[in-house]
């Protein structure tokens, strides 16, 4: 594979936060740093990359933030709190990679674009929240919430209620436009962060939805949004499997588009964790990409070039 090509990096949860971390920014600036060493390695040799990133404990903790001090400030709608994370994320990823690159004596710009993603208003999704976001709460809090607020709560596994929002699929990228400009003129661009900000169009304008979307699914849109010929889905597991944590696991290399959708369809691929990622990869090779990849963070460079992950080709 030739260096000429532009790769779309989704980073999962782990590049910004290790499980049993806090998250003080000192941890999540020193995890970002390895994440972004890997990422300077492969702009030296020559790949144009474009960086998208989840947000999940980040957008949490804002939250989290807006309810204990809502009675000195107001406090900002999940929508604006998701455009929070971008900022603080994309700024952390900035800082480390102009730091990487300052190393390899290489001088580019590195931009975060705050990212705005259309939905549907008539996706499915919006009749059946699903997400959890946000802190645990009493039943009988959640119960005035939902009747005050027209809200969605359900019990979380035991630890308490939580208000849940849709996740609907993402359709299209606001701000494509100006992301292809920045990638053309160079820039190491960072966008579309925790899968987009939410947004549904009314007479050519947007507005934010009390909605989160899938960062997987995602990076699909911006991967295919600036065209790119790779899409690298980074995770906390080296490869993609079949029969997963079982006694016959199977881990997987090499597979065809109609191999996955095949393992799709068998369910090898957990819901909110694997499927959407194996998902996003199906979609990205099916409209047209040249390989999607499903790696572990440690092993980006090699597996870009075919060394390690799973990768999905046509
Ligand atoms: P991220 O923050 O990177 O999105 P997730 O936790 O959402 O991470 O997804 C990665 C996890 O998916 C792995 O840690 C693994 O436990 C889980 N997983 C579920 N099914 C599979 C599978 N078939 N093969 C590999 N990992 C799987
Ligand atoms: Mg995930």
């Known amino acids: 594979m030739t260096a000429d090509k532009t790769i779309v990096i989704a980073l999962g949860g782990n590049a910004i936060l290790q499980p049993g971390q806090k998250g003080t920014a000192e941890e999540q600036l020193g995890n970002v740093e390895s994440t972004a060493d890997q990422i300077a390695e492969l702009i030296s040799r ?12 980040q957008v949490g903790a804002i939250l989290i933030q807006q309810e204990a001090g809502h009675e000195q400030v107001p406090p900002m709608p999940l929508d604006v709190c998701g455009a929070q994370s971008q900022g603080q994320i994309g700024y952390m990823l900035q800082q480390s990679l102009g730091k990487m690159l300052a190393q390899r004596s290489i001088e580019r ?28 709460y009493t039943e009988d809090y959640a119960r005035q919430r939902m009747q005050s607020a027209n809200e969605t709560w ?35 661009v960072i966008a579309n ?39 690298m889905i980074l995770t906390d597991v080296g490869q993609v499997a079949l029969n997963y944590r079982r006694p016959d696991q199977r881990d997987l290399a090499t597979v065809t588009l109609a191999e996955i959708t095949q393992y799709q369809q068998e369910g090898h691929f957990k819901a909110g964790s694997m499927g959407p990622k194996v998902e996003a990869c199906r979609r990205f090779v099916d409209r047209a990409g040249e390989a999607a990849v499903i790696a572990s963070l440690e092993h980006a460079v090699d597996a870009v070039e075919g060394r390690s992950g799973t990768r999905i080709t046509r």
């Open 46 to 57: 020559g790949y144009r990359v474009v960086v998208t990133h989840g947000n999940g404990p």
């Open 109 to 136: 710009p590195v931009v975060t674009v705050v990212t705005q993603m259309v939905v549907s208003p008539r996706d499915p999704a919006f009749e059946n929240p699903t997400k959890p976001v946000g802190p645990f």
């Open 154 to 188: 359900i019990e979380d596994a035991g630890r308490g209620w939580r208000k849940v929002v849709p996740s609907p699929d993402p359709i299209r990228i606001v701000e494509r436009d100006a992301i292809i400009s920045l990638v053309r003129s160079g820039a190491i």
């Open 193 to 231: 962060g925790g899968g987009g900000i939410p947004v549904i169009e009314r007479n050519g304008y947007y507005e934010g939805v009390e909605a989160v979307i899938d960062k997987d699914l995602g990076s699909e849109c911006l991967g295919r949004d600036v065209n790119a010929d790779i899409l």
